[in-house]
């Protein structure tokens, strides 16, 4: 019986590309359940046997489904519908909601502090740290957004520092109009750059020192914002 392995697409939907370069057709009597639905996947993946495709697109992998046994497929879906359609399920569905949004909500003032710790802003610019934190964990935070917020693989007081410069560098620089070339690890570079100066109109904030808001980029992005700036 065929083993519940993980293969690469092929041009051929019928044949898949196994980790060592072979090329095999899909068992008889297999079909194809197409992502999409984690619990129908994980009970075909528990009835048995399965080859998983995925696709490497860049750096990321995306699922384009899973092989299994008709049979099974079948089973599992009408398992599951006939559970999905009582007040039991429906019951946890609307506390699960409303765990996933008391947590989501939780995430976003945790966040939101954290950000507030990394800026340190002097006592004169406390408003503009303020509104900032919120600005980039409102922006940040929110589920599937797919930005550094939502990473675990990093600390978060380094997702907090991420998020903010990648916040200054598209409201603070020209970057998004900016035309980079189309070379291996220029934009890479031009991001170093203007991190380094987003860097540095952080720490103009961090002293009590007063500077003219209409100069500031960062007090201009506030200002364009909502809650204008001020001289300190």
């Not at 398992?79 to 039991?88: D, I």
């Not at 506390?95 to 989501?104: L, T």
């Not at 509104?131 to 600390?155: D, M, N, Q, W």
């Amino acid at each position: 019986m065929p083993e519940s392995l993980t293969f690469a697409p092929t041009s051929d939907p019928k044949r898949v590309r196994a980790p060592d370069g072979r090329v095999l057709s899909v068992p008889e009597g297999w079909v194809l359940l197409p992502p999409g639905d984690a619990g129908l996947t994980r009970r075909v993946k528990a009835a048995g046997p399965t080859w998983t495709v995925v696709e490497k697109v860049g750096r990321k992998l995306f699922s384009r489904g899973v092989w299994a046994p008709e049979p099974h497929i079948l089973q599992a879906r009408a398992e599951l519908e006939s559970e999905r359609a009582t007040p039991a399920y429906a019951k946890k569905l609307a506390a699960g909601r409303e765990r996933r949004a008391r947590e989501q909500e939780q995430y976003e003032v945790d966040f939101a502090n954290t950000v507030l710790r990394f800026l340190a802003f002097s006592p004169a610019w406390l408003p503009h740290a303020k509104k900032l934190a919120v600005l980039v964990s409102t922006h940040a935070t929110p589920v599937g957004s797919g930005t550094v917020a939502r990473t675990e693989r990093i600390p978060v007081e380094r997702r907090a520092e991420a998020a903010v410069i990648a916040w200054m560098r598209h409201q603070t620089t020209g970057y998004d109009d900016l035309k980079i070339a189309r070379v291996k690890g220029a934009r890479r570079e031009v991001r170093r750059e203007l991190a380094e100066i987003s860097r540095a109109v952080l720490d103009l904030h961090r002293r009590d020192v007063p500077h003219g808001p209409s100069a500031c980029p960062l007090c201009t992005a506030l200002a364009r914002v909502g809650g204008g700036a001020r001289e300190a």
